[in-house]
Nanobody
Framework: QVQLVESGGGLVQPGGSLRLSCAAS????????MGWYRQYPGKQRELVAG???????RYVDSVKGRFTISRDNAKNTMYLQMNSLKPEDTAVYYC???????????????WGQGIQVTVSS
């Protein structure tokens, strides 16, 4: 049974920091491209940051320089360090795991249950 379990969300003041974690089980974690998505009410889920199996990160422009994605393949865990948080970062954040072929053909996709991040004074 595949599980992606997010933790670390909550309420923080503008300018503050949070670190999200995603603990994976039931998959060969090191083989998966991992990512963090967020979803605003009434909107589609959007990619925030992704990290390849060998640790190469990418970010959406709005979080570059503020968020850092990382992974620990030995612990089957991915992280998102969020600094200088803004009210517009308020959303539900989802952990994502994608398995693809060497040429990018999708094979499997899994999601966590989501975790609320609220940035407010």
């Amino acid at each position: 049974q595949v599980q992606l379990v997010e933790s670390g969300g909550g309420l923080v003041q503008p300018g503050g920091s949070l670190r999200l974690s995603c603990a994976a089980s039931g998959i060969n974690f090191s083989a998966y491209i991992m990512g963090w998505y967020r979803q605003y009410p009434g909107k589609q889920r959007e990619l925030v940051a992704g990290i390849t199996s060998n640790g190469s990160p990418r970010y959406v422009d709005s979080v570059k320089g503020r968020f850092t994605i990382s992974r620990d393949n030995a612990k089957n865990t991915m992280y998102l360090q969020m600094n200088s948080l803004k009210p517009e970062d308020t959303a539900v954040y989802y952990c994502n795991a994608d398995l693809t072929t060497s040429i990018g053909t999708p094979l499997r996709r899994y999601w966590g249950q989501g975790i609320q991040v609220t940035v407010s004074s």
